[in-house]
């Protein structure tokens, strides 16, 4: 099992960065108060408020470094568990919203729920070119429920492995619409930390972490029981 990217040393060092430029500008200010003082009129000495004045902006630009620690620890202890977060779900079952589905093994499974009773679902799945090669008709009962493509299309030939993608529209009995969500469902393989957001490989699929809506923990013996209703 791969898990890509682990290392966040691009934020660790953009965080650097800015604290490095804080303290470069906290030395010049401490700088040019010690060369001012040390090069006062002895005659006309530094202003009583002036001073009081400079002395509040010192303790602010020290306030401010240590702040900006704080939040850069606390960044880093955040970005750390949301990483290890994506990393435990490898080897569970996850439900995310999408339509797509992997063909494996003589079967593709999908999730969907229902708003309301379907009088009259159709359910089409296309292949990775956007081609139909199945469709089926029948009702949907209110709520969540499965569906198990055995693989084979309506033209009775049997399709090849891959990603496929599911779409399920229906009407009640007075003929309005009932909307029905999909959601992919499958086990995690590897986790990819290149972009912005930890990203779940799923069979073939690549899964947004923030589009998993349930997880689950599965063993050898238990396979999912998926129910379709025609």
């Known amino acids: 099992m791969a898990v890509n990217g682990v290392s966040g040393s691009s934020n660790t060092s953009a965080l650097s960065g800015s604290r490095t430029t804080i303290a470069e500008n906290f030395d010049t200010f401490l700088s040019i108060l010690t060369t001012q003082l040390k090069n006062q009129n002895p005659l006309d000495p530094l202003d009583t408020n002036q001073f009081t004045q400079q002395l509040v902006q010192f303790t602010g630009v020290e306030q401010q470094l240590k702040t900006n620690e704080f939040l850069e620890a606390l960044l880093l202890n955040t970005q750390t568990s949301y990483r290890a977060d994506a990393v435990s779900y490898i080897g569970k079952e996850v439900t995310a919203s999408g339509e797509t589905a992997e063909l494996k093994d003589g079967g593709a499974y999908w999730a969907y729920n229902a708003e309301a009773n379907v009088a009259n679902a159709t359910v089409t ?105 025609s």
């Open 125 to 229: 799945i296309k292949n990775a070119a956007g081609q139909v090669v199945y469709t089926e008709t029948g009702s949907l009962n209110k709520g969540a429920g499965n569906f198990l493509w055995d693989g084979v299309g309506s033209d009775g030939s049997t399709k090849p492995d891959g990603v496929y993608t599911i779409e399920i529209k229906g009407t009640n009995l007075a003929g309005n619409e009932v909307k029905v969500s999909t959601s992919s469902v499958g086990i995690v393989t590897a986790v990819d930390f290149s972009g912005d957001e930890p990203m779940l490989t799923v069979g073939k699929n690549k899964v947004a972490l923030s589009d998993v809506t349930s997880i689950r923990q599965v063993t050898e013996s238990d396979e999912p029981e998926p129910e379709t209703e």
